[in-house]
């Protein structure tokens, strides 16, 4: 089994900066793309941030500029940093690990809890 908690959702005001953390644990081998998604009341769940194994990394329009992602293969741990927040960054976010279990399987998707994000004054 493979275990995600996230952490570091809250209130912050508009402008405000928060830092999210999603670990991992279990049986993993190997982890690839790992990722933060977002979804507002009424919407479809959107792409964040994705950082690959190398570091490579890509952020939506929206929060390019102000979000960071970062990851520490050794604690099988991404992380977003959240600077200038919007009220419409407000939205339930989710991690997302592309895990190997094994060597030579397959990667699948593990999905964290999620952590509500809230901006407003």
């Known amino acids: 089994q493979v275990q995600l908690v996230e952490s570091g959702g809250g209130l912050v005001q508009p402008g405000g900066s928060l830092r999210l953390s999603c670990a991992a644990s279990?049986?993993?081998?190997?982890?690839?793309?790992m990722g933060w998604y977002r979804q507002a009341p009424g919407n479809q769940r959107e792409l964040v941030a994705v950082?690959?194994?190398?570091?490579?990394?890509n952020y939506a329009d929206s929060v390019r500029g102000r979000f960071t992602i970062s990851r520490d293969n050794a604690k099988n741990t991404v992380y977003l940093q959240m600077n200038s927040l919007k009220p419409e960054d407000t939205a339930v976010y989710y991690c997302n690990l592309k895990v190997r279990r094994r060597a030579g399987g397959w990667e699948f998707d593990y999905w964290g809890q999620g952590t509500q994000v809230t901006v407003s004054s």
């Open positions: 279990g049986s993993i081998f190997s982890i690839g793309a």
């Open positions: 950082i690959a194994r190398g570091g490579d990394t």
